[in-house]
């Protein structure tokens, strides 16, 4: 096996039957590679390079554009001038793929630091001053300023970003800011990529007052550092609290504002309601529970449930939780509250997984990719329907299936949904949507009509009345 690179033929001597090491040989920088040209990749391989290489300068173009020959021959001359440096530098003409990173204009030259995107706004056609550029960026150890677009994109694509929103306006915040610079390269040891953000509206809409305001997100998480403002001034503890993040199991603490974001955003979150924990009986009872649940917190990651805890109150006093500390499970936006003892971790873990407070009645509950596994390995027989979140066609499938789900639920049929992105490739579906019967992992896929409510309604009786 060997891969053509403009005409240039690469053996491959690694294990030809190990598919993943033939991936990633495929779409590693090392295969990819030729003297003095800028490769040209897809849009999944400049992702994999990006997620790979600390250090990569990607230039996106449309390929009609007149003046893209001109702008290849400067970036020629930069890729030949940048051969002693450590940094991957390719093309993308990939539609709408700076989209994904959170930018907006091609032609456009752009710098990648362990994922988070810097612009080059000057002269494309000018190599000197394209050169100067990038130099600089390597050479700068500095946290990356942001805008919401690229920030949003950063925390889709990496899995631990600490971002910090500060007021540019404020001398006490840049000041702050200033000190905070020195932690970014050991968080970096600890794939933890530091971005700041000077949008003023973004952290008030957190539920926050005071700036600046330190959030480490993990997998899309937001958790928010337990001190603002001047609290954020020794840069010592902060790096210790982010790195502590990264490293251990807790239960992060949320304002009101993010745990409605949370919840908006995921499909199953519990969440602990401390209260104000006022005096020292409550706040020792408080500490007890959070301890205790803190031991199924990594559990509960592996079924895709968000764990998190918040001490204000105006989401307990709308779904009437008046006793402290108390436990609410959110089912796609839907709470139930728990009515066992906290301070039982074990039980508590149990209840969370049931299947009967996973689902909730006459509706097709929707499940992430985590869940999903978790459920096709314990359930014997169970039917999926997967399809993608803005299509209009599979709304109106979703429909129907709900129509027919209260004739299910008398069949004591269990069926699911999800959109996660992906999700299609991880079992092998030709096309969305798709329903899937699976029997013991087993997949059987349905290839009749989506329209047709009755006839869904026969195959899936038909599935389950199959042998098994």
Request: glycine share 4%.
């Amino acid at each position: 096996m060997g891969l053509f690179r403009n005409g240039d033929y690469l053996g491959f001597d690694g294990d030809i039957s190990r598919p993943v090491e033939v991936v990633n040989w495929l779409t590693g920088t090392d295969a990819l590679e030729v003297a003095d040209v800028v490769e040209k990749v897809t849009e999944d391989m400049l992702e994999n390079i990006i997620e790979l290489e600390d250090d990569v300068l990607a230039f996106f173009y449309d390929e009609e554009d007149g003046d893209v020959d001109d702008i290849m021959t400067a970036m020629e001359s930069i890729d030949q001038s940048l051969s002693d440096e450590e940094v991957e530098f390719v093309r993308c003409s990939a539609e709408r793929v700076v989209e994904n990173y959170g930018l907006s204009m091609i032609p456009s030259l752009v710098y990648f630091e362990n994922g988070v995107p810097s612009v080059y706004t000057g002269d494309l056609k000018n190599p000197d001053n394209v050169l100067g550029w990038i130099t600089q960026e390597l050479q700068q150890q500095i946290i990356k300023e942001v805008t919401e677009d690229v920030m949003e994109s950063v925390q889709d694509r990496r899995e631990f970003v600490a971002t910090i929103f500060y007021n540019k306006d404020n001398k006490n915040d840049l000041a702050i800011l200033d000190a905070l610079e020195t932690i970014d390269d050991e968080c970096k040891e600890n794939d933890i990529n530091v971005i700041k953000i000077s949008d003023t509206k973004l952290w008030e809409s957190l539920g926050i007052e005071d700036s600046p305001v330190l959030v480490y997100y993990e997998n899309d998480v937001p958790f928010v550092y337990p001190h603002q403002g001047s609290g954020l001034a020794n840069a010592e503890t902060v790096k210790d609290w982010i790195i502590a993040q990264r490293n251990t199991a807790a239960i992060e603490e949320v304002t009101d504002a993010m745990l409605d974001d949370i919840i908006e955003e995921h499909d199953y979150v519990a969440v602990l309601f401390t209260g104000l924990c006022a005096d020292e009986e409550d706040k020792e009872k408080c500490d007890k529970v959070a301890q205790q649940l803190e031991k199924i917190d990594t559990l509960l990651d592996n079924h895709g449930i968000v764990f998190v805890m918040t001490a204000q109150l105006d989401k307990a006093r709308e779904l009437w939780v008046s006793r402290f500390p108390a436990l609410v499970f959110f089912r796609n936006g839907d709470p139930i509250k728990y009515s066992g003892d906290l301070t039982q971790a074990k039980i508590t873990y149990k209840w969370l997984i049931n299947p009967k407070n996973l689902f909730m009645p006459n509706v097709i509950e929707e499940v992430n990719d985590l869940m999903l596994a978790k459920m096709l390995q314990s359930e014997p027989s169970m039917f999926v329907f997967f399809y993608e979140e803005d299509d209009i066609f599979s709304r109106k499938v979703l429909r129907g299936l709900e129509e027919i789900d209260d004739r299910l639920d008398a069949l004591n049929v269990e069926i699911v949904k999800t959109c996660d992105d992906g999700i299609d490739d991880d079992y092998e579906l030709e096309s969305l949507p798709s329903l899937v019967h699976f029997r013991k992992g087993e997949p059987t896929v349905y290839y009749g009509d989506l329209k047709q409510d009755d006839e869904i309604a026969l195959w899936i009786d038909a599935q389950r009345k199959a042998k098994k």
